[in-house]
């Protein structure tokens, strides 16, 4: 199956970066610093959509008083561009996205953006910036589809006009740098709690995670690991990744979607890789307990980050204020290497795509 990008027509951008300056921004760039010549826009507004488009990557002009710079009505979502050997460019889920965005909208008591309108808007880009998709191994387009309320208001209430916006950028490892991650267990803050907006993915939950990720930061650590708000004892989710634990006996568990988890796309592709190899992902609840005396007994062999910027990204140290363990021999283990290899070769074109997740631009 192929898309098509017809219903957001191209107005091109009348001063495209040049090969020369492209290459040198496309050379290692850091994640998310790095943006192609177009976006692709669209406008609710009259209680409809309109207005699609891909146009020039500019400024958007905002009125001070729009409504997403006070009370952070606002959703996004994350999602690859895959350049195969061929030339040919993929997709990666792209309908899950799309669908996760309406359930982070019905959460924040926004329109929902069509499927269709969504993968349109993401091939129409892809499209016109298919120059910007690495060949790189490891590198893709990240795509960053967002939606936000653009009403002059400050009432606390939905806006009642909303943009669309998707950028691309080119990008490599989001974090580990090829080695294992030390995560920093945060203490005291949380993510997100029961009934609140912690499956949604929207920019507060991110925002919430600035202090504890500075913290982690300032402690050595790569990331940070949440814990549930009610009883300070359970692990959620990182940073903006979900967590894989694996036990001593070569089963594999994951924090159950509680609500206040994201249902991550990338969680999802690889518990249904495991469970394809016999090795079935058990979603329960795991006590911060638990992965502290296992890592420390060796009942736990490795930890391991997935998510669309993450991939999978081997957990190397777990510290908090009153611990410091290495999780394995503080490398890359065999479970999360394999299944980041199998993975990322479906990704890339390089083994069939039998669950059929790919969708060629
Ligand atoms: C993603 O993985 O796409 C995210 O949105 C997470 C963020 C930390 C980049």
Redesign the pocket.
């Known amino acids: 199956r192929t898309l098509s990008g017809d219903a957001f027509p191209l107005t091109p951008n009348p001063h495209p970066a040049t090969d020369t300056e492209r290459a040198a921004l496309m050379t290692d760039p850091v994640?998310?610093k790095v943006f192609t010549d177009h976006m692709a826009r669209a406008t609710w507004s009259g209680g409809s959509w309109g207005d699609r488009g891909v146009v020039p990557l500019e400024p958007i002009p905002m009125h001070p008083g729009a409504a997403v710079l006070h009370y952070s009505q606002q959703v996004?979502?994350?999602?690859k561009a895959y350049r195969h050997a061929d030339g040919s460019i993929h997709l990666f889920r792209p309908t899950m996205n799309a669908e996760r965005m309406i359930d982070s909208a019905y959460r924040l008591a926004m329109p929902p953006l069509p499927v269709d309108d969504f993968l349109a808007a993401c091939a129409a880009l892809v499209q016109a910036d298919q120059r910007w998709v690495p060949e790189a191994d490891g590198a893709a387009l990240?795509l960053?589809p967002y939606l936000m309320a653009t009403e002059t208001s400050l009432l606390v209430q939905p806006s009642d006009t909303y943009d669309l916006v998707v950028t691309a950028s080119p990008v490599g490892a989001?974090m580990g740098g090829g080695g294992g991650v030390s995560i920093w267990v945060s203490r005291g803050y949380h993510r997100a709690n029961d009934g609140g907006t912690g499956e949604a993915?929207t920019g507060g939950n991110?925002a919430a995670s600035m202090l504890p990720q500075q913290q982690a930061k300032e402690n050595g650590c790569g990331q940070v690991l949440f814990l549930d708000a009610k009883e300070d004892r359970y692990v959620e989710e990182l940073?903006?990744?979900n967590l894989m634990v694996v036990l001593g006996d070569g089963s594999v568990a994951t924090p159950r979607l509680s609500g206040t988890i994201l249902p991550?796309i990338?969680r999802d592709s690889v518990m249904t890789l495991l469970a394809d190899a016999g090795r079935p992902v058990r979603e329960r609840d795991i006590e911060i307990d638990e992965i502290r005396e296992g890592v420390a007994s060796g009942a736990i062999v490795e930890l391991f980050a997935v998510?669309?910027?993450?991939v999978v990204t081997p957990i190397g140290e777990l510290r908090s204020d009153d611990f410091a363990l290495t999780v394995g021999d503080g490398k890359a283990g065999p479970v999360g290497s394999w299944v980041k290899k199998e993975l990322t070769d479906i990704q890339y074109g390089r083994t069939a795509d039998d669950h059929g997740w790919l969708i060629r631009v």
């Open positions: 994640f998310g996004f979502e994350g999602l990240y960053r989001y993915k991110y940073g903006g990744m991550g990338t998510g669309t910027a993450a």
